[in-house]
């Protein structure tokens, strides 16, 4: 599916920006005010604060010989635009009427995150061990991270050379219980809440099983990690 937009209010009206205009200017030109504001709107679902648009067109063939369109050119864009190449659809519909495919190039240039020094693997990572590198969106097919926070609370999934990219391949939540720790192990059942101390025979992410043994019982049973020293059984 896609859009159409004609940008006249009038039939025959003559807006000043095409007024003079060749007619490769007019479809590159109405295009291009299109395809800045359809970047816009995706930098502020991304809630980008800092970021430069990229549109790249392809000029048209020289040696097509159409008139200047009358009226504001029509431009069909995609139901979604996204980043990346694509062909955008330029029409007249009056006068001398023509039609050409415009190849695009879009992109977004903003700050994602990097490695300021080399990580060794299971690092937790902590803010100096972060930085921004501005990078063309489009091209990061394998994903990125927009702000340094997100990576607070994981650790390297494998050793990192300074100046790496980061995606979620590079990361998994941290461990936050090791084998032999003291753990708190809470139940709750019915509104009631019991406490009781164990250790933990294995290392632990949050969210996931381990087997702990309870030291008043000495049983060992399954609990889930909750966070840094704490399982809940469920």
């Known amino acids: 599916m896609h859009r159409l937009f004609t940008g006249l209010l009038f039939l025959g009206f003559i807006t000043p920006a095409i007024a003079g205009q060749t007619w490769q200017q ?3 030109g109405t295009t291009e005010g299109l395809l800045r504001a359809e970047l816009q ?3 502020s679902q991304l809630q980008l604060e800092e970021y430069e648009a990229i549109v790249d067109i392809t000029q048209p ?6 008139r200047p369109c009358p009226v504001t ?5 995609p139901s979604q635009v996204s980043l990346g190449r694509a062909h955008i659809k330029v029409s007249c519909s009056q006068g001398e009427q023509w039609a050409i495919l415009l190849p695009v190039n879009l992109d977004i240039l903003a700050p994602v995150v990097i490695t300021s020094r080399a990580i060794t693997r299971d690092a937790v990572f ?3 061990d972060l930085t921004y590198q501005n990078m063309p969106l489009g091209t990061l097919n394998q994903g990125y991270f927009l702000h340094i926070s997100d990576l607070f609370g994981q650790q390297a999934k494998r050793p990192l050379a300074a100046r790496t990219q980061l995606t979620r391949y590079h990361i998994v939540p941290a461990i936050l219980v090791r084998r032999g720790d003291a753990v708190a ?3 709750e059942k019915g509104g009631l809440s019991v406490r009781m101390m164990g250790e933990a025979l294995s290392d632990g992410r949050a969210g996931e099983q381990i087997r702990v043994v309870n030291n008043q019982s000495q049983r060992t049973i399954s609990a889930r990690v909750v ?5 809940r059984v469920d």
Do not use: H
């Open 26 to 28: 007019q479809a590159t």
């Open 41 to 43: 709107n995706i930098a």
């Open 61 to 66: 063939d020289e040696r097509l010989n159409f």
């Open 73 to 77: 050119p029509q431009v069909e864009l």
């Open 126 to 128: 902590k803010s100096e």
């Open 185 to 187: 192990i809470t139940v």
């Open 227 to 231: 966070e840094a020293g704490v399982v």
